[in-house]
């Protein structure tokens, strides 16, 4: 079994295992393809050529719908690996170079979201255009308070003894 991306047949497919539609993989493929010659010195089809083993994702678009997929159905790296006819480190390497690529394919056209910023200012600037910021804080971990009271306050309710 090894999914392709040519055996998909509508936009609904499409959405469904990459999140994006025919046309958009059609606009992103030859610019993630020239991101990868870019990155790497050379297309991927000569990289192979010079590997002694025969892989799995031939063309960039391969690649790219490799790492689309990945990406929308969160499977891990051994049930990637199967769905697309491969050993589960492979998959894992496969992503994360074709995480790298993409990257670099969509920096330049100032579509990648802003992950960190150096300090409160800069923060600032980034959503000063917006009105509100919604920060999905439930799960963050605080140390644990002395105080017996802190302690009843900070407690999940999460957590049941078992006997």
């Known amino acids: 079994m090894s999914a392709q991306y040519q055996s998909l047949k509508n936009n609904r497919q499409w959405r469904a ?3 994006i539609s025919q046309k958009q993989f ?4 030859p610019l993630f393809a020239a991101s990868y ?10 990289r ?16 790219l719908f490799f790492l689309l997929f990945s990406l929308k159905n969160g499977l891990t790296c051994d049930s ?7 050993d589960g480190s492979n998959a894992k390497r496969n992503q994360e170079t074709a995480l ?3 990257r670099a394919a969509l920096q330049p056209l100032g ?6 910023f150096k300090d409160v200012k800069e923060f600032e600037e980034c959503f000063k255009a917006h009105k509100a ?6 799960e963050q971990r605080i140390q644990r308070p002395e105080n017996q009271q802190v302690q009843k306050l900070c407690y999940s309710g999460k957590k049941n003894a078992t006997r």
């Open 17 to 19: 295992t990459t999140g």
């Open 26 to 29: 059609e606009i992103l493929s």
């Open 37 to 46: 010659e870019r990155l790497f010195g050379k297309s991927l089809q000569s």
């Open 111 to 116: 579509v990648m979201p802003k992950r960190e």
């Open 133 to 138: 910021l919604i920060i999905d804080g439930t």
């Open 48 to 63: 192979q050529n010079d590997s002694v083993t025969d892989a799995r994702l031939k063309t960039p678009e391969d690649l």
């Open 100 to 102: 790298r690529v993409l």
């Open 80 to 86: 990637l690996g199967f769905v697309f006819g491969m």
